[in-house]
T-cell receptor, first 109, second 111 residues
Framework: GQQVQQSPASLVLQEGENAELQCNFS?????MQWFYQRPGGSLVSLFYNPSGTKQSGRLTSTTVIKERRSSLHISSSQTTDSGTYLC???????????FGLGTRVSVFP | NAGVIQTPRHKVTGKGQEATLWCEPISGHSAVFWYRQTIVQGLEFLTY????????DSGMPKERFSAQMPNQSHSTLKIQSTQPQDSAVYLC?????????FGPGTRLLVL
């Protein structure tokens, strides 16, 4: 089965609403990373987050390594936040990433 | 900082032909990774190099796929005898230790 489970698979928001995306890992991991991707676009790194909470603008990532989970909170969503959010685990330091299937977020005005 | 550069951005090949994809990592980054993205499978790790040495190719199909890093400024992914199921976006990433930075990808279509 999937080592990295993301939920929900898709999310529809009205502009201004908050959202919480979840990522759960079935195996132990060294760290994890959150990415953003527009349709047909490149992967943009949002957070490298081995543990604890990190914030960047309206985005907050919280990772609890012992519980094998991470979340991404989007506050006051904007239409420009629409796209796919992917989480990925790093089983050992500086090795290849294992990705989840992503959460597709659509924000409407 | 130009970011990770991948060429070509799009490639169309006929079944059975060879395809070579190029990646130029961010200057100073010691690790280079290759991934493949499809709608069905999502993003899959293929292989990676550190300081030009191959470290892990556990995700590479055993036949027809090979990767090299002849110098610190570029890596290649070669697919011999391409098949329609090889159609995907091939992504290259580089890292200086933790965060991986991705290039725009090469969209390969095998007819």
């Amino acid at each position: 089965g999937q080592q990295v489970q993301q939920s929900p698979a898709s999310l529809v928001l009205q502009e201004g609403e908050n959202a919480e995306l979840q990522c759960n890992f079935s195996t132990s991991l060294n760290s994890m990373q959150w990415f953003y991707q527009r349709p047909g676009g490149s992967l943009v790194s949002l957070f490298y987050n081995p543990s604890g909470t990190k914030q960047s603008g309206r985005l907050t990532s919280t990772t609890v390594i012992k519980e094998r989970r991470s979340s991404l909170h989007i506050s006051s969503s904007q239409t420009t936040d629409s796209g796919t959010y992917l989480c990925a685990m790093e089983a050992n330091y500086a090795q290849g990433l294992t990705f989840g299937l992503g959460t597709r977020v659509s924000v409407f005005p | 900082n130009a970011g990770v550069i991948q060429t070509p951005r799009h490639k169309v090949t006929g079944k059975g032909q060879e395809a070579t994809l190029w990646c130029e990592p961010i200057s100073g980054h010691s690790a280079v990774f290759w991934y493949r993205q499809t709608i069905v499978q999502g993003l899959e790790f293929l292989t990676y190099f550190r300081n030009q040495a191959p470290i892990d190719d556990s995700g590479m199909p055993k036949e027809r796929f090979s990767a090299q890093m002849p110098n610190q400024s570029h890596s290649t992914l070669k697919i011999q005898s391409t098949q329609p199921q090889d159609s995907a976006v091939y992504l290259c990433a580089s890292s200086a230790g933790d965060t991986q930075y991705f290039g725009p990808g090469t969209r390969l279509l095998v007819l």
